[in-house]
């Protein structure tokens, strides 16, 4: 079984940046691509940024230049930098990953809050 632990989450002044933070553990063979979505209250979850195992990005438009997803292959970690928060950036933000074990399967963290808030 493969876990994906979710942490950094928290509340900031609009301006202000976070860092999240998403492992992997359990029997990992390897990890394809890894996203980050969010889902605010009454709306659809909705994809935030994404990165390949080669290390290409992609961004929803309202988030580039203010977001950078990155990951550590070595930690199956994979991380959402975010600076210049705003109060619609509000939203649980969750990741997921593509991960081969005995088979490739999609896997979901639990979810981490992040509030906007002055």
């Known amino acids: 079984q493969v876990q994906l632990v979710e942490s950094g989450g928290g509340l900031v002044q609009p301006g202000g940046s976070l860092r999240l933070s998403c492992a992997a553990s359990?029997?990992?063979?390897?990890?394809?691509?890894q996203g980050w979505y969010r889902q605010a209250p009454g709306k659809e979850r909705e994809l935030v940024a994404h990165?390949?195992?080669?290390?290409?990005?992609n961004y929803v438009d309202s988030v580039k230049g203010r977001f950078t997803i990155s990951r550590d292959n070595a930690k199956n970690t994979v991380y959402l930098q975010m600076n210049s928060l705003k109060p619609e950036d509000t939203a649980v933000y969750y990741c997921?990953?593509?991960?081969?074990?005995?088979?490739?399967?999609?896997?979901w963290g639990q979810g981490t809050q992040v509030t906007v808030s002055s």
């Open positions: 990165i390949t195992s080669g290390g290409s990005t």
């Open positions: 359990g029997i990992i063979f390897s990890i394809n691509g």
């Open positions: 997921n990953a593509d991960v081969l074990t005995y088979r490739q399967e999609t896997y």
